[in-house]
C-alpha cells in the first residue's frame, strides 16, 4: 500500500441531461433546481445554456436553420467532450429539432432527454424575457413554437409537465432517473 494514499473522492459517472422545451417553460428553472442535486451525489457539473453559448458562437444570433444546425452541432461536441472527461453537462436548451437532442444522444454513452412541458399560451403568458412579445410585434420571425416549429421529444425518459409539477419536483423526477441509469 502507498504511504500517501489517495484522498477518498465519490466519483459520479458522467453523464449528459438535455432540458428541451418552449421559450419559457421551465429549463433554466428546473436546471437550477437540478445542479445541486447533482452535486450532492458527486458529480462535477456544467450547464450549457444556449443563450450563454450563443452570446460566444453568434453573437448576433440570425436564428437561421443553417445557424441553428452548426450550433446545435457545436453544443453537442462540446458536450460529448465535456462528459468524455467526466463532467455531468446540463444542456439547458430548446433545440427546436429532434435531430439536434439526437446528434448529442448519439456521441454521449449516458443520455437523459427530459421534456419541460408547457402549453405555448402559458409559456406566452409566462414570457419574462419578453421573446413571444418581440415575435408577435413582428420585430423576430424565428420564435420557436410561434414562428418556427418545435419537434418536442418522442420518447424522452422523462416529462416534466410544469402545470403540475414544481420545478424542485421536477428535478427530483430526473434525479430518479439518473440513479436508475447510473446504478
Ligand atoms: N428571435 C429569436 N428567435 C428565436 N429565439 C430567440 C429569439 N430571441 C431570443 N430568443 C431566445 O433564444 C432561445 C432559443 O434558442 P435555443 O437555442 O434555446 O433554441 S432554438 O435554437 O430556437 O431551437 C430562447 O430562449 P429559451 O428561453 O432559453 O428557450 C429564446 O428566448
Ligand atoms: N413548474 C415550473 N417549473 C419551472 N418553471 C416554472 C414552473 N412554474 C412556473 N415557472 C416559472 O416559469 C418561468 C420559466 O422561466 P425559465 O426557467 O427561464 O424558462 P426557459 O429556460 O425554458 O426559457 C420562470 O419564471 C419560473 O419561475
Known sequence: MSDHPSPITHHHPA???WLTGLPASGKSTIAAALKPKLEALGCTVEVLESDAVRRLLTPTPTYSEQER???????AFMGARLVAHGVTVIFDATATKRAYRDCARSLIPKFIEVAIECPLELAIQRDYKGTYQRGQRGETSTVPGLQSPYEPPLNPEVRVDTRKVEADAGARMIMQVVKDITL
Not at 444546425?69 to 453544443?75: G, V
Open 69 to 75: 444546425d452548426l450550433f446545435y452541432r457545436a453544443l
Open 15 to 17: 453523464l449528459a441531461i
